[in-house]
């Protein structure tokens, strides 16, 4: 499996969005992650598909979309539409998973099912054949800045190595936590798609992302 480093743009200043994108850009990073929030299934809100659209023009990298949304099949063909490359709902917030995947892949873009902290690896079991990536989330999603939860680590090598049995084409995502003291321990877990928010924005952008990047290597 390819390893990835999205930058999670949840961390990055929109006043200068454009010149930002253009530093992970340069810098080597293949994926953009998006975080969307509503205020209702997690406690934070953020950005909605015309600032996906709006970012759209200004990078050609992967658009992942993480959506925190309860009910999100209202808005997946809004976010297809903008741009997005893979939309990820989490199991917990659809009533119906298995039509929620259908309804992604039949607007053309990846499918992707991200479960919480303190979600079993067993309750996403029998869709893992019908998603392009699992988000196993290492902190509880809603906030930025938080610290890594280990047991989360153990998730991933649970799902890498049933991943692994069946001969799965699968990307596995960690969010939440990411950085370049934990970075290691995520990639030795089994994760090939690696979210940094802080870890990447917080100070010099383009030399954050390399020195992500290296450690990946």
């Known amino acids: 499996m390819e390893k990835c480093l999205a930058p999670s743009v949840l961390s990055a200043d929109f006043g200068i969005i454009k010149e930002q994108l253009e530093l992970i850009d340069k810098a080597g990073a293949k994926y953009v992650h998006f975080d969307v929030m509503d205020g ?47 939309i990820t709902v989490h199991a917990e917030a659809c009533t119906h998973l298995d039509a929620t995947i259908d309804q992604i892949k039949s607007c053309g873009v990846k499918a992707g099912v991200a479960i919480n902290p303190a979600t079993p690896i067993a309750n996403i079991i029998h869709v893992l054949d019908k998603v392009d990536m699992v988000l196993i989330m290492t902190v509880n999603p809603g906030f930025g ?29 960690v ?8 970075i290691d321990s995520a990639l030795e877990a089994g994760a090939n798609i690696i979210v940094a928010g802080s870890a990447v924005f917080e100070g010099d952008v383009k030399a954050n992302t390399e020195a992500l990047l290296e450690k990946m290597k």
């Open 40 to 86: 209702m299934y997690v406690p934070s809100i953020s950005f909605g598909f015309p600032v996906l659209k709006s970012m759209r023009k200004y990078t050609n990298r992967v658009l992942d979309v993480h959506l925190m949304i309860v009910n999100p099949e209202r808005y997946i063909e809004k976010f297809a539409e903008a741009g997005a490359d893979i």
């Open 145 to 173: 800045g938080q610290k890594l939860i280990p047991y989360t680590l153990d998730k991933v090598r649970e799902l890498r190595n049933f991943v692994n049995a069946k001969q799965l084409d699968i990307d596995i995502e």
């Open 175 to 182: 969010d939440g936590g990411i950085n370049k003291d934990t």
